[in-house]
């Protein structure tokens, strides 16, 4: 049998049929209602694929965006949240980064469609990007405030340290503004002063960490909110990520018993 013959015979019969077993196996299991995903990989795989334009990946990897979407609200997910810019990205050459810059707001306006059902939110350091990106992408993410269904949030100029020091930062000056002396403003640092001036204020924290590409580590994503997560690897590169991969980071979860430091 030919190679491509076998793929279309995967992706025809095997993998629906796979993923109806793993639909299977989640129901009346304990499922994550805040996913966050490193959608990582973007130029690993178009170098593997024989691509000379990285561009690809990264395109291909802003398409698998609206499916992740779609796979949460049908799996009853609260809240997504995508990491596809740090703060380390911005180092990269300018051409790349204004190209990550047009994909991000693609994808945002996408999700701002009536094909979605979400909220979109911003979660990064904003004044970081150029103000013509940012008013772009604000413009298409206010545009779901009204919207129901699930509420994503794209992480984009964001890096870890920067959310704890710019939420320290915010507590700081709304303390100020009430008159709070100094003696008294150390008090008022506490964790749960500091989450309500996190980026993510007001939601849960990630149930579930998804990580592609086979990197094991955080990257300094969602450092405060994730310190209880359950964190799911795979060597998968985030173009290549498929529902069944999905499902069964879902499945994993499922079979964990969460202590929370205890």
């Known amino acids: 049998m030919s190679r491509v013959r076998t793929v279309t015979l995967l992706e025809k019969v095997l993998y629906p049929l796979y ?3 793993l639909k299977r196996e989640l129901r009346g299991k304990k499922r994550p209602k805040h996913i966050a995903v490193m959608a990582d990989g973007n130029r690993r795989w178009a170098r593997e694929a024989g691509l000379t334009d990285i561009s690809q990946g990264h ?7 609206g499916e992740l979407v779609r796979w949460s609200a049908e799996m009853d997910v609260d809240v997504v949240t995508l990491y596809l810019l740090s703060t380390e990205n911005l180092q990269r050459t300018s051409e790349e980064v204004e190209l990550l810059f047009d994909i991000i707001s693609d994808v945002i306006e996408d ?6 059902s979400c909220r979109v939110r911003l979660v990064g350091h904003l ?3 150029p103000p013509d990106v940012v008013e772009r992408m604000q413009r298409s993410a206010e545009s779901t405030t009204g919207k129901a269904g699930l509420t994503v949030n794209i992480a984009v100029g964001y890096g870890g340290r920067q959310e704890i020091v710019d939420a320290v930062r ?3 000056r709304d303390e100020a503004a009430r ?5 008294a403003l150390a008090e008022a640092v506490t964790v749960d002063s500091i989450g309500e001036h996190l980026y993510t204020s007001g939601q849960p924290d990630p149930d579930l960490v998804i990580r592609t590409s086979g990197e094991q580590r955080l990257s300094g994503f969602l450092l405060w909110q994730a310190a209880y997560s359950e964190i799911w690897f795979t060597d998968t590169y985030w173009p290549a990520f498929r529902k069944i991969d ?3 980071a879902l499945r994993e979860y499922s079979q964990r018993s969460r202590r929370f430091g205890k």
């Open 246 to 248: 999905f499902l069964r």
């Open 111 to 116: 999700l701002a469609t009536e094909h979605y």
């Open 19 to 21: 993923e109806l077993r």
């Open 59 to 65: 395109r291909a990897g802003g398409a698998k965006i």
């Open 127 to 129: 004044d970081l990007l």
């Open 179 to 183: 008159g709070t002396t100094t003696d």
């Open 170 to 172: 915010s507590l700081i």
